[in-house]
Each structure stands twice: as C-alpha cells, then as structure tokens.
C-alpha cells in the first residue's frame, strides 16, 4: 500500500509540479513585459524602437525584473539588419 501510495503521489505531483512552473514562468514574461511597455510609453515611444532627436531610430533594451525596470542596459542606434530578419 505505500508503494501504491508513493508512485500515485509521483505520477500527479510531477505533471503538477511542471504545470505549476510553466504557469510562473508565464506570469512573470508577462509581467515583465507590462514593465517594459509602460516603460516605453513613459519615455514616449510606443515601442522599444523610437526615433531621437536627429529622427534616426534607436533600440532600447532595458532591464526589466518583476518589480519593475532595473535601468537601460543600451540605448544604440537600430541596425538596417534587424529590418531585414523580420517579415
């Protein structure tokens, strides 16, 4: 009976255990990602490609945690070669 016990709680706890971290997981990129388009939108871009004074487009990547964002981690000019990777 413990056996049956041990292997039942193995079979439903590691499903569940992994469908619990998938959900974190999820909840965080999330969250994340909410920090980092109002951060955009503060900063007055809708995006994190924006035009600077000179209207030439910068990427900013910035660093984002669950409570918020940490800083920029670079704010350079929008190479040509990323235009080009997406369709």
Do not use: N
Request: charged letters at 20%; a positive charge.
């Amino acid at each position: 009976m413990p056996l049956m016990l041990l292997i039942l709680v193995f079979v439903i706890g590691v499903p569940v255990l992994l469908y619990m971290a998938w959900l974190v997981h999820r909840g965080l990129g999330r969250l994340c990602v909410g920090h980092a388009r109002r951060f955009a939108a503060r900063d007055g871009s809708r995006s994190l490609s924006r035009l600077d004074a000179q209207k030439q487009r910068r990427l900013i990547l910035p660093s984002v945690w669950p409570f918020g964002v940490r800083g920029t981690v670079s704010d350079e000019v929008h190479p040509e070669s990323y235009d080009g990777e997406w369709p």
